[in-house]
């Protein structure tokens, strides 16, 4: 209620609205995050609590022991479990640099340069956030198999290069920058390189979080995409996916790698909330 | 201004705008082989026939014809996929305006607060396998066990392997998921939105908040509404990963297949790569067609 009162001094705001609007919040707020205490929970229970009849939402007597069983359970696999968090953070790691930057250096001219083309090359960054990359999936692996790429880190990491959300994202957020800061820079003599990153880039680094999130969320994620069939180059959501399909002795297992798998994107969520939401303030589809 | 003085003077143009290339290269470059190519070769992959092993032979439209008047189950995965994006796409579009709007009337920690809660289900890395503990087939899924326990049940139903369940429950864990991208934009336009316009509102004479919401709010959250409609068909009309962890690959009867998985199966499992990119080609128009004909639709909100 205290959060409700203090709603900024606005008039034009009937209580009874207020009340079943927050009603309406709390409703399906509860609906979003149940499942989610439910698989925090379910990491902590013994195996007996997780087959008890009737379920339960809550654990009772909280132990470790799902995460001690998942260790053994992979110490036992032919590949180390820490191969497989090296390969997600690499691929994730390499994956985010390389976006950021690629995109970057992208959205500055298209902000703020005139040159022939721009328009052009803008528009079909645009097309393609309207469709999944479900529908280039063929001709994708085609591409990568002549790269000599299939079965390799590349064939995740350089196509994250160039998604088109981080550009479409970054593009209208740089063209906030107010010019009178570039052309100063010109006028002192400065190139566009040293312009683009000595003064644009410090000036975008809540656009980079997002950046970095968004593609951490779908690195992250990523089970190699079909393109990767090395047991040692498999990624943690791969190996999470294995050992949930494991049935009734690996359920504890199960629980705790879901558990693990969750946290990391949301806790640089909650570290990076606020910027992120800057970002997106400027995400207008511009005509 | 002739054309040969019309290229002179572009090719001068684009001499000076030397660095601007420079830096939009790599990105370019990338984006080209990964996403512009690749849909204009899934585009004349569409009109031939190929198996990966002998070189592609051209046959015209058959498979578009074989894709509409022979394949029952396309007609499955069209109407399958057209339930999920005029049922979560609407409903997931309104929820994140809605939610994002009710969120923001929240002091500045309740507002990060609550932002979380609705935003960690699409953000926390796939984890969408915790529905499949929650409609586990035995008495030990939380739905049938508490379906049980209440008495509205008597032996645990097999939620994902019985046809009629399939759907609603997808539908549901696609709109748990579906508050994504679309709901930070929205939380961030209503932020952006100038306060004197409500200030200015209130004299002219807005009753309620509703009021507020069509004459004021919503208008100037535009370009944030069109961003969102784009994310949110994008994503309804592309549901695959949700379907094959839940319902299995292929499920109960093809009750889950959507135009995505359709594909996936003819691609990758059957081989049929000219048929797999007529079913791609076919999605692609689906999906560029409806976005531009939303956008034009949202143009005249508040109007």
Same mark, same amino acid.
């Given at each position: ?5 203090? $709603? ?52 009772? !007597? ?24 090296? !390969?997600?953070?690499?691929?994730? +790691? #390499? ?36 469709? /999944? ?69 410090? !000036? ?6 997002? @950046? ?8 992250? +994620? ?5 393109? #990767? ?5 498999? /990624?943690?959501?791969?190996?999470? $996916?294995?050992?949930?399909? +494991? ?30 939401? %800057? ?9 | ?52 092993? *002998? ?6 439209? =058959?498979?578009?014809?074989? @894709? ?19 049922? /979560? ?67 645990? #139903? ?13 539908? @549901?864990? =696609? ?25 200015? $509102? ?29 994310? =949110? ?19 109960? !009867?093809?009750?889950? *297949? ?13 081989? %049929? ?15 560029? +067609? ?12 508040? *109007?």
């Amino acid at each position: 209620m205290a959060a409700i009162a203090t $709603g900024k001094k606005r008039v034009n705001r009937s209580l009874s609205g207020s009340l079943s609007l927050f009603a309406l919040l709390l409703v399906f707020g509860a609906f979003m995050v149940l499942p989610l205490i439910y698989a925090i929970n379910n990491a902590f229970k013994p195996l007996d609590e997780i087959f008890t009849f009737p379920p339960t939402l809550f654990v009772k !007597n909280p132990t470790f022991s799902n995460f001690t069983d998942l260790l053994n359970l992979l110490s036992d696999s032919w590949v180390p479990f820490s191969r497989y968090i090296f !390969n997600t953070v690499f691929i994730t +790691g #390499i994956g985010i640099v390389g976006h950021v930057l690629l995109a970057s250096a992208a959205a500055y001219p298209l902000a703020k340069h005139k040159f022939p083309g721009k328009v052009f090359m803008f528009q079909v960054v645009v097309l393609s956030l309207m469709f /999944t990359p479900a529908v280039t999936a063929i001709p994708n692996y085609m591409i990568m198999s002549w790269l000599g790429w299939i079965d390799t880190y590349w064939a995740v990491i350089i196509p994250a290069f160039a998604y088109s959300l981080g550009l479409y994202l970054m593009k209208q957020f740089m063209e906030q920058i107010p010019d009178a800061l570039l052309e100063a820079a010109k006028i002192d003599g400065a190139s566009e390189y040293r312009i683009f990153w000595s003064i644009v880039m410090p !000036n975008v680094k809540p656009a980079w979080l997002t @950046l970095i999130i968004l593609l951490f969320q779908m690195l992250w +994620g990523s089970d190699g995409n079909g393109y #990767i069939y090395s047991e040692q180059l498999k /990624t943690l959501h791969y190996a999470a $996916g294995q050992i949930i399909q +494991g049935g009734i002795s690996r359920a504890g297992a199960g629980a705790a790698v879901a558990l693990i798998l969750m946290s990391v994107p949301i806790t640089l969520f909650i570290f990076s909330q606020s910027r992120i939401i %800057e970002t997106m303030a400027s995400s207008g589809m511009k005509e | 201004m002739g054309l040969k003085s019309w290229w002179s003077w572009k090719l001068k143009e684009m001499r000076a705008s030397k660095h601007s290339y420079v830096l939009l290269a790599p990105y370019m470059v990338l984006f080209t082989m990964f996403t512009v190519i690749p849909v204009v070769i899934s585009i004349i992959l569409s009109f031939t026939y190929f198996n990966m092993l *002998e070189f592609p032979r051209f046959i015209g439209w =058959q498979n578009y014809t074989r @894709l509409f008047l022979e394949d029952d189950v396309f007609l499955i995965a069209i109407k399958n996929t057209l339930l999920f994006a005029i049922i /979560t796409g609407p409903i997931s579009y309104i929820a994140c305006f809605v939610f994002a709007w009710i969120i923001n009337e929240l002091t500045p920690k309740w507002r990060a607060f609550m932002t979380l809660i609705f935003y960690a289900p699409s953000i926390s890395g796939n984890v969408y396998f915790i529905w499949l503990m929650i409609f586990s087939g035995d008495r030990y899924g939380i739905a049938n066990g508490l379906l049980i326990k209440w008495g509205f049940l008597l032996e645990p #139903i097999q939620w994902l392997k019985t046809e009629a369940y399939i759907m609603p429950i997808l539908i @549901l864990v =696609q709109l748990w998921l579906s508050l994504g991208t679309g709901f930070l934009a929205f939380i961030a336009g209503l932020q952006t939105v100038d306060r004197t316009l409500y200030e200015a $509102g209130a004299v002219d004479g807005i009753k309620n908040r509703w009021q507020e919401l069509w004459y004021i709010t919503l208008p100037s959250m535009r370009p944030q509404l069109m961003f969102g409609a784009v994310i =949110q068909l994008t994503t309804s009309f592309a549901v695959a990963d949700v379907s094959i962890a839940l319902a299995g690959f292929p499920s109960v !009867n093809y009750a889950a *297949e959507t135009v995505v998985t359709h594909l996936i199966d003819f691609g990758t499992t059957r081989f %049929e790569m000219g048929y797999a990119s007529a079913i791609a080609t076919v999605l692609f128009m689906i999906m560029v +067609g409806t976005n531009l004909l939303v956008q034009k639709l949202l143009r005249r909100v508040g *109007e």
